[in-house]
């Protein structure tokens, strides 16, 4: 098991659902996606939809940053990570 710090800022599908904005998580795995996992495993449908289509596709207007420094595409969801990482997702809102 590795524990990773996950953030959620603008997320408010996710972080709702989770009480919390912030939070350590216990993956089994060492990527992105084992995060993703993890969360849609513990609290169910709603945190699935909010991080993918209806085709199963990464919603796109989530951005997911490692550490506060670097960008993760959508296409880069097996990306490592490291025990003690910060991974944040942040939902980009369109406006005008």
């Not at 800022?9 to 972080?15: E, K």
């Not at 709702?16 to 996606?33: A, E, F, H, Q, R």
């Not at 085709?55 to 506060?68: A, E, F, W």
């Given at each position: 098991?590795?524990?990773?710090?996950?953030?959620?800022?603008?997320?408010?599908?996710?972080?709702?659902?989770?009480?919390?904005?912030?939070?350590?998580?216990?993956?089994?795995?060492?990527s992105v996606k084992n995060v993703i996992d993890e969360l849609i495993r513990r609290y169910g449908k709603k945190v699935e939809q909010a991080f993918y289509d209806d085709k199963?596709?990464?919603?796109?207007?989530?951005?997911?940053?490692?550490?506060?420094?670097?960008?993760?595409?959508?296409?880069?969801?097996?990306?490592?990570?490291?025990?003690?990482?910060?991974?944040?997702?942040?939902?980009?809102?369109?406006?005008?």
């Amino acid at each position: 098991m590795m524990r990773i710090h996950v953030e959620f800022l603008g997320f408010p599908m996710v972080s709702d659902v989770l009480g919390t904005k912030k939070m350590d998580l216990d993956i089994p795995g060492d990527s992105v996606k084992n995060v993703i996992d993890e969360l849609i495993r513990r609290y169910g449908k709603k945190v699935e939809q909010a991080f993918y289509d209806d085709k199963g596709r990464l919603d796109v207007t989530l951005q997911m940053t490692l550490n506060g420094k670097t960008l993760i595409s959508a296409d880069q969801l097996r990306a490592s990570l490291k025990d003690g990482d910060t991974l944040t997702f942040v939902l980009l809102l369109a406006g005008g």
